[in-house]
């Protein structure tokens, strides 16, 4: 379905990213410029004053750990954060029978998709400043990403459905993405966890987002063998979320026109 919408998705994905940088000075910067910032200010917070490091690595490696975790993070994070407005706010597509609804939170997660894409170009220049080689393993660093946008596009049409019944979801969502945020492994290595709060890793681990995190940083930054048993349940999670989002998308589908 979505290949056979695949030019009205594009639209829609370039549209996503033009209303997000519209009427600002420097436009499509800010994709760059944004994270930049952001990780400037978790460097001084938790690199700084709390001098958090994850293998007792420099300052610069630490702050490239933190840069891409917030990478991977920010692609659901932006995803979900759009998502209970995405309906609501195109009633004229919900009143047209033939219009694909379901490529609206699609769109969305392809316009954070291309924000991830471009942190992560810089993620590998700033591994080339820190004097480490790139290698053809980078590559493998994809199978981690591709669950992880699965889980945004699963998440995205749950959360796009509900947003139609429930207005109240958006204030859900603020809270969520934030424990969902320190619960990846963002800050810190996914051991801390295990050695400080052992009675919270049973739930914690349970977040692909934190395991995507974990095995990008072995591949791209410490050149690591990564665990593939992690591979397995962030692919498990990924089309899991996914199925589930999508069948119940097209479930409360039938009843948007009534509701709105």
């Known amino acids: 379905m979505l290949w056979i919408h695949r030019r009205l998705l594009w639209q829609f994905t370039l549209r996503n990213l033009e209303m997000r940088h519209k009427g600002s000075v420097l436009g499509f910067a800010w994709a760059v410029l944004n994270p930049l910032m952001l990780l400037a200010l978790y460097l001084f917070v938790f690199g700084f004053i709390f001098g958090g490091s994850f293998h007792g690595e420099s300052r610069w490696e630490y702050g490239l750990g933190i840069f891409l975790g917030l990478s991977i993070f920010h692609l659901v994070a932006e995803s979900i954060a759009v998502a209970p ?4 706010s195109n009633p004229n597509f919900v009143k047209k029978v033939v219009f694909p609804l379901e490529i609206l939170p699609v769109a ?142 097209v479930r409360c589908k039938r009843a948007f026109a009534d509701v709105m």
């Open 85 to 88: 407005n995405l309906i609501t």
């Open 108 to 249: 969305a997660v392809g316009a954070a998709l291309i924000h991830m894409a471009i942190a992560l170009v810089m993620v590998l220049i700033g591994v080339l400043i820190a004097g480490h080689p790139i290698s053809w393993s980078a590559v493998s660093v994809l199978p981690i990403i591709i669950p992880i946008v699965l889980l945004a596009l699963g998440l995205a049409w749950t959360l796009s459905a509900l947003g139609v019944f429930f207005r109240d979801i958006n204030q859900l969502v603020i809270a969520g993405t934030t424990a969902l945020m320190f619960a990846s492994a963002i800050f810190y290595p996914a051991s801390r966890v295990i050695e400080k709060a052992p009675w919270a890793w049973p739930v914690i681990r349970l977040n692909p987002i934190l395991h995507a995190v974990e095995a990008a940083r072995d591949i791209l930054i410490w050149d690591r063998a990564i665990n593939e048993l992690d591979i397995v349940y962030l692919h498990v999670a990924g089309f899991t979320v996914a199925l589930v989002g999508f069948a119940a998308f």
